[in-house]
T-cell receptor, first 115, second 114 residues
């Protein structure tokens, strides 16, 4: 069965500092990979996704993620964090099963931004 | 477009009561899903549908029923509420692009079962 690991439950960074959120997946083939963001009291919003091709993916709000097949990782990065980036971030893996896609989410990483 | 809408936003139930969480989307998406979100557990798939009249179980289906009579609506029914069903419930819909999906999420329903 596919699984997603986000090893950092909570991360604190200073505003303006760089950010990297880790995500590892377990699956035999290359799955579809997603990063979502959830602001407090809100639903999830897609930041970016990887299906194939260029392993460096650009998303919204200045985020990017790099797929590394050898490490089974899909880490999310941002060069300079803004206070409005404080939220919870979810990595997700999509698997085609029986012709349909099922998505498995990680447990999330809560990002705190300090002045 | 309103996107994905969910009602109610909040609900308090007593153990044993039944209720239906409503979900609707106006994007003509074929795929719709229900997730529950619990602290430290991320989102877990309850049920999903790949089109009107077609539903299937996800990771945690027990205690929940779904039906999909129209493309727009995908209600989630709690048959006999239990405290373990206290959670935040999210409905999502998605289009299919060559077998790839981007999910659009509703704002969620917070459910407390006493």
């Amino acid at each position: 069965a596919q699984s997603v690991t986000q090893p950092d439950i909570h991360i604190t960074v200073s505003e303006g500092a760089s950010l990297e959120l880790r995500c590892n997946y377990s699956y035999g083939a290359t799955p579809y990979l997603f990063w979502y963001v959830q602001s407090p009291g809100q639903g999830l919003q897609l930041l970016l996704k990887y299906f194939s091709g260029d392993t460096l993916v650009q998303g919204i709000k200045g985020f990017e993620a790099e797929f590394k097949r050898s490490q089974s990782s899909f880490n999310l990065r941002k060069p300079s964090v803004h206070w409005s980036d404080a939220a919870e971030y979810f990595c997700a893996v999509g698997l085609i099963s029986g012709g349909y896609q099922k998505v498995t989410f990680g447990i999330g990483t809560k990002l705190q931004v300090i002045p | 477009n309103a996107g994905v809408t969910q009602t109610p936003k909040f609900q308090v139930l007593k153990t044993g009561q039944s209720m239906t969480l409503q979900c609707a989307q106006d994007m003509n998406h074929e795929y719709m899903s229900w997730y529950r979100q619990d602290p430290g557990m991320g989102l877990r798939l309850i049920h999903y549908s790949v089109g009107a009249g077609i539903t299937d179980q996800g990771e945690v289906p027990n205690g929940y029923n779904v039906s999909r009579s129209t493309t727009e609506d995908f209600p989630l029914r709690l048959l006999s509420a239990a405290p373990s069903q206290t959670s935040v419930y999210f409905c999502a819909s998605s289009y299919e692009l060559a077998g790839r999906e981007t999910q659009y999420f509703g704002p969620g329903t917070r459910l407390l079962v006493l």
